[in-house]
């Protein structure tokens, strides 16, 4: 509920930014006067103005959806609620208690957060993109031992993790970003060794690790099968032409799969990213 209000305000700021930038107001005078290189910053000026307005636009229309999504969280809490003060009333009528105070249920925000991402730790059932039982059978066949991540999401897969699988890995310590990796080994159930793509002077094969399963995230092999996260799910998800994953905001997501994301800490006003679907991954959020 927190992001999708961080997004609300960073949208409205945004959007008063851009008023700043260059004025929303309409255009008094949209006539080319003067010679051929007056006109051409006219029509400079005309563009610019245009594109201001359709960046707001979008903008805007992201905290509309946002304000959306947090009116349809407090009423679906209110009703779950309610329900529940009613199914009490009738426990009390049949037990006979009718100067019994009904009981109410509340939802913890937590909880509520919690179902709206998506995001928990690794004890459900549930696991959206995991291999049917065939699947992981020729998969164990293939790459032998298999393991599992701590983290998954209604929206993410968490296993089954093998040698050759993708993941995003956190090097220990307390500045390290989340980067693109490949598991090579799997020592156990919750434990690996993972191999960095990117070579460098003393280890121009790649540097390995030995990572735990609070370390990896699964990567799923393919957008096929993957939901649409909900608009302002907080998510990790790599920065396009990089192999390091940052946190981001779900603002959208295109009808091909590809999330549109606000990136934290991005400067450029109103700018929105574009990455696949299958590089968005659950917020690894410490329990």
């Keep these: 509920m927190d992001s999708s209000w961080d997004v609300v305000i960073s949208s409205l700021q945004d959007s008063c ?40 636009k979008r903008i805007i229309e992201t905290a509309v959806s946002n304000i ?31 100067n019994s105070e009904p009981k109410r249920i509340r939802l913890s925000s937590k909880y509520i957060e919690a179902e709206k991402s998506g995001v928990h730790s690794n004890t459900q059932d549930k696991n959206p993109g995991k291999l049917s039982d065939e699947a992981e059978e020729t998969a164990m066949k293939i790459h032998g031992r298999k393991g599992r991540s701590y983290y998954h999401s209604a929206y993410n897969p968490s296993e089954p993790l093998y040698a050759g699988c ?19 080994r799997v020592l156990s159930d919750t434990k690996f060794e993972v191999k960095d ?32 996260y909900p608009v302002g799910s907080k998510v990790l998800a790599r920065y396009p032409e990089t192999t390091t994953f940052y946190p981001a905001v779900v603002i959208g997501a295109k009808r091909d799969g590809t999330c549109r994301l606000k990136f934290d800490g991005e400067e450029e006003v109103g700018k929105e990213t574009l990455v696949e679907r299958r590089l968005v991954l659950p917020y690894p959020a410490r329990e």
């Design 17 to 56: 930014n851009a008023n700043e930038e260059l004025s929303l107001n309409p255009m008094k005078d949209t006539t080319l006067k003067g010679k051929d290189q007056a006109k051409t910053a006219q029509v400079d000026q005309i563009l610019k103005h245009q594109e201001n307005l359709e960046k707001t």
């Design 68 to 98: 959306k999504g947090l009116l349809k969280i407090a009423r679906s809490g209110s009703e779950i609620e309610e329900m529940a003060k009613h199914r009490e009333i009738g426990k009390e009528a049949k037990s006979g208690g009718k």
């Design 166 to 184: 993708e993941v995003a890995f956190k090097p220990k310590g307390h500045n390290s970003e989340w980067i693109l990796c490949e598991v090579t």
């Design 197 to 228: 793509p990117e070579p460098d002077e003393s280890n121009p094969l790649g540097q390995r690790f030995k990572a735990g399963w609070k370390d990896v995230i699964k990567i799923a092999e393919a957008n096929k099968g993957l939901r649409d």
